[in-house]
């Protein structure tokens, strides 16, 4: 049911998960721990598997706060909890307040739990190719430094994403990023596919990590290639499936 960073772990008064699709009440396409209100699961089966996310992390099921995600490099500061009804649009979030839970919803993005043991301040981002060349990462660890982190002090990892292998784009996808001045030999890999590439989102995330300044890791998880525990948007997409379900990735801090 649940991924855990062993370098994450190893830090003291820290709970963290990537949760993946085992150990939960849906069924069919959402089997079984589907956590995302945007799918079409039943909403008490969503809200109940939520629950059992916080439960696992040691926080009250009213703690466990999340996002209308966008895409976007927008990063949120929790003073409070709120309800999913009122989740702000953005796609990071941190807090130093004990007790609650940071998520962020995925199902091929990349999941980035952040954690600064000594200063006692936690982050959760969700970085798909868009939010991670927007500068979502990069959002995260300066709104972690600005509530009393410092950039040496801060660990984070990268859970279960879409792989190199599994992630094909087009022309116009590469061209966004030889625009940019990225190194697109560097992320991009040829396609058996003339004119397309096989782009290497989680690569490309630590990148940015590394390069604002933090230490960064990647578990090496890919959703797309592993159905029994991930659910997946691509492979969804490639099977003609109907829908897919959602992971949670969450993190918080111990205390009441």
């Keep these: 049911m649940i991924v855990r960073s062993p370098v994450l772990s190893a830090l003291p008064g820290v709970r963290h998960g990537w949760f993946t699709r085992e150990g939960g009440v849906s069924g069919g396409l959402y089997a079984s721990l589907n956590t995302g209100y945007g799918s079409k699961d039943d909403r008490a089966n969503v809200t109940e598997n939520r629950g059992r996310i916080a439960d696992a992390l040691g926080v009250k099921r009213d703690r466990l706060v999340t996002l209308y995600q966008v895409h976007s490099p927008d990063v949120v500061e929790v003073t409070e909890p709120w309800a999913v ?22 199902a091929d993005c990349g999941p980035v739990l952040f954690a600064d043991a000594e200063a006692r301040v936690i982050g959760a981002a969700h970085a798909g190719w868009k939010g991670a060349f927007t500068g979502v990462l ?70 940015r990590l590394e390069r604002a300044g933090v230490r960064a890791n990647n578990l090496g998880l890919c959703t797309c290639s592993d159905a029994a525990r991930f659910f997946s948007y691509r492979r969804m997409t490639l099977n003609g499936e109907a829908d897919y379900g959602r992971h949670l990735a969450a993190i918080a801090l111990e205390g009441p």
């Design 138 to 207: 990069e959002a995260t660890i300066d709104a972690m430094v600005r509530l009393g982190s410092r950039r040496g002090d801060i660990m984070a990892s990268l859970g279960p994403t879409i792989s190199a292998a599994a992630y094909e784009v087009g022309p116009e996808f590469v061209a966004r990023f030889r625009e940019a001045g990225e190194a697109i030999d560097r992320w991009f890999a040829p396609s058996k596919r003339a004119g397309h590439a096989m782009f290497d989102l989680p690569g490309y995330i630590i990148f």
């Design 85 to 106: 009804k009122d989740n702000p649009e953005a796609d990071a979030l941190v807090t130093r307040l004990p007790g609650i839970a940071l998520g962020t919803s995925h």
